[in-house]
């Protein structure tokens, strides 16, 4: 069974910043595709963004140039640094583990209001 365990999820308001972490065992990061992937209430779940075991990154358009997400393979974590939050942004976060299937995090509420 994969686990992921995220974190870093709050209340901030409108151009602030907030950083997730997403930690799973050091058996399944190296071989995983990690990413984050949200839903607002209402809403099906999306891509935020993935990075490969290669370094490669995508991101959902709605989200280029304001969150950066990156691997640290010494704790065996994925990260997503959001800058520039906006109300838009409020959803629930899931942190993805890839495989031969997806496994998925619990999720972390993410609030952007003033």
């Known amino acids: 069974q994969v686990q992921l365990a995220e974190s870093g999820g709050g209340l901030v308001q409108p151009g602030g910043s907030l950083r997730l972490s997403c930690a799973t065992s050091r058996h399944i990061f190296p071989m995983a595709t990690m990413g984050w992937y949200r839903q607002a209430t209402g809403n099906q779940r999306e891509l935020v963004a993935t990075?490969?075991?290669?370094?490669?990154?995508n991101y959902a358009d709605s989200v280029k140039g304001r969150f950066t997400i990156f691997r640290d393979s010494t704790k065996n974590t994925v990260f997503l640094q959001m800058d520039n939050l906006k109300p838009e942004d409020t959803a629930v976060y899931y942190c993805?583990?890839?495989?031969?299937?997806?496994?998925w995090g619990q999720g972390t509420q993410v609030t952007v209001s003033s």
């Open positions: 993805l583990a890839r495989l031969l299937r997806d496994y």
């Open positions: 990075a490969t075991v290669d370094g490669s990154t």
